[in-house]
């Protein structure tokens, strides 16, 4: 239902923009939140964006590098992840949850996932 892209091999320092769209439903009334998880460790949340784009929140380790935003003409939220370290190597998911709200932090639970994106960042 969600479709991620964009993800891909990058050495050190370089940059990747992932996209998430559905092509039967507008994203519009749904919170989305990019979510990561690298082989033997646990899901984070990267980033979310409510409804409106009136709220944004990031987690620590993005320290500045990366940026969520969303295209409504495209049906489209973006990651833009520049400065990307070794340890950004993972499996990038965008999930949607109903709600549209993120007022204090990203959600716990989401109700809608895509397939998952690879990044690999290495020299």
């Known amino acids: 239902q969600l479709v991620e892209s964009g993800g891909g091999l990058v050495q050190p320092g370089g940059s990747l923009r992932l996209s998430c769209t559905a092509s039967?439903?507008?994203?519009?009334?749904?919170?989305i939140a990019w979510v990561r998880q690298a082989p033997g460790r646990e899901r984070e949340v990267v980033s979310c964006?409510?409804?409106?784009?009136?709220?944004?929140h990031y987690a620590d380790f993005v320290e500045g590098r990366f940026t969520i935003s969303r295209d409504y003409a495209k049906n489209t939220v973006f990651l833009q992840m520049d400065n990307l370290k070794p340890e950004d190597t993972a499996t990038y998911y965008c999930?949607?949850?109903?709600?549209?709200?993120?007022?204090?932090?990203?959600?716990?639970?989401?109700?809608?996932w895509g397939q998952g994106t690879q990044v690999t960042v290495s020299s």
């Open positions: 964006i409510s409804r409106s784009s009136g709220n944004s």
């Open positions: 999930a949607a949850d109903a709600s549209g709200f993120v007022p204090f932090a990203c959600p716990d639970e989401y109700d809608l």
């Open positions: 039967e439903f507008s994203l519009d009334s749904y919170a």
